[in-house]
């Protein structure tokens, strides 16, 4: 879903002088080598310590961070082969794009399964530590890997009814893309019908687990856990409807595209790839990793590692 974005962004590159065409590389490159390093280094901090490793709401995020890093990764690898104008086989971009398939449904997933860690923490908090166990979470993660691996299944079987044998050749036209290997209609159908699907349901369980969250925090409006439940609840409808996004970023350009020039098309692809692809993948690290008090003096030292900065790692306390 969410590599659409550098999907019509790729498409645009052959209308971009070569100058232009470094200067966004290079604009575009360096936030997400940023990012990055941010979110490398988020993941990093969250295997450091074995309470990050035994608390489930941290197990959960460590699987949202992966997820978004390895598609920022592949993100910004398709954009930079579409930027050099290398054109792979259909079979190299059909690996590169279903990893990213993968990973892109990982994160709404991770977000459902992250809002009712918290309305169980907020509103049976004294049953959390039986139904939210290492065990149970590590069967949460898998499910959400399981699902996302048969979606990508389905897709191979519908891209195998293509006939590749009356190509005279493997080498693809265009450049790499999700877009590029949808090559019979039911690859686009099925792609819709599972992104309105997902996201439905996922804003149905995560508006529900708020307005539980929103019920606990009335009834214990001094308690300040509450409070900081429903934050963060609030803050995974925000990082969906992010997500959300980017699932309408092809209409959004097919309706300026009526409007435009091409080249200004490419332009606001290349301004729209930053702000609805790459910001979205970081967020989750500058969200936990400022707001969790047990999070930031640990990344702080491990970010600032490289400059020698005093930043000294506080002791760890982990409530429900």
């Excluded at 690996?95 to 990973?103: H, V």
């Excluded at 265009?174 to 209609?185: N, R, Y």
């Excluded at 996004?245 to 092809?250: D, E, G, H, I, V």
Aim: charged share 15%; aromatic share 10%; proline share 3%.
């Amino acid at each position: 879903m969410s590599n659409v974005t550098q999907a019509n962004v790729t498409v645009g590159q052959q209308y971009q002088g070569s100058l232009e065409r470094v200067l966004f590389s290079i604009l575009i490159t360096l936030p997400s080598c940023t990012f990055l390093y941010i979110n490398g280094a988020m993941l990093y901090t969250l295997r450091s310590k074995p309470v990050f490793c035994e608390t489930s709401r941290y197990i959960l995020l460590y699987n949202l961070l992966f997820a978004d890093t390895f598609q920022l990764a592949l993100g910004q690898l398709l954009y930079l082969l579409a930027a050099s104008t290398l054109r792979l086989t259909y079979y190299v971009c059909g690996i590169i794009t279903m990893l990213s398939n993968i990973t892109s449904e990982i994160s709404p997933l991770t977000l459902v399964v992250m809002s009712l860690e918290r309305y169980v923490a907020v509103c049976f908090p004294l049953r959390h530590g039986n139904i939210v166990t290492i065990r149970s979470t590590a069967v949460a993660i898998a499910a959400v890997w399981t699902l996302s691996s048969l979606n990508v299944l389905v897709r191979v079987l519908l891209l195998l009814r293509f006939p590749f044998e009356d190509l005279e050749s493997l080498q693809m036209k265009d450049f790499c893309s999700k877009l590029a290997i949808f090559l019979v209609p039911e690859s686009d159908h099925f792609d819709k019908a599972y992104t309105i699907v997902v996201f439905v349901s996922a804003g149905v369980a995560i508006t529900c687990s708020y307005v539980g969250v929103m019920v606990a925090a009335r009834s214990a409006s001094a308690d300040s856990s509450v409070n900081k439940a429903r934050k963060t609840v609030l803050l995974h409808m925000v990082q969906l409807g992010l997500s959300l996004s980017s699932t309408m970023y092809s209409a959004l350009i097919i309706t300026l595209m009526k409007t435009f020039e091409r080249l200004v098309i490419v332009r606001i692809q290349n301004v729209l790839y930053v702000c609805i692809f790459i910001l979205p993948r970081c967020l989750s690290a500058l969200i936990y990793g400022l707001r969790d008090q047990n999070i930031r003096p640990i990344l702080m030292y491990h970010l600032c590692c490289c400059f020698k900065c005093s930043v000294t790692p506080r002791k760890v306390d982990v409530g429900p």
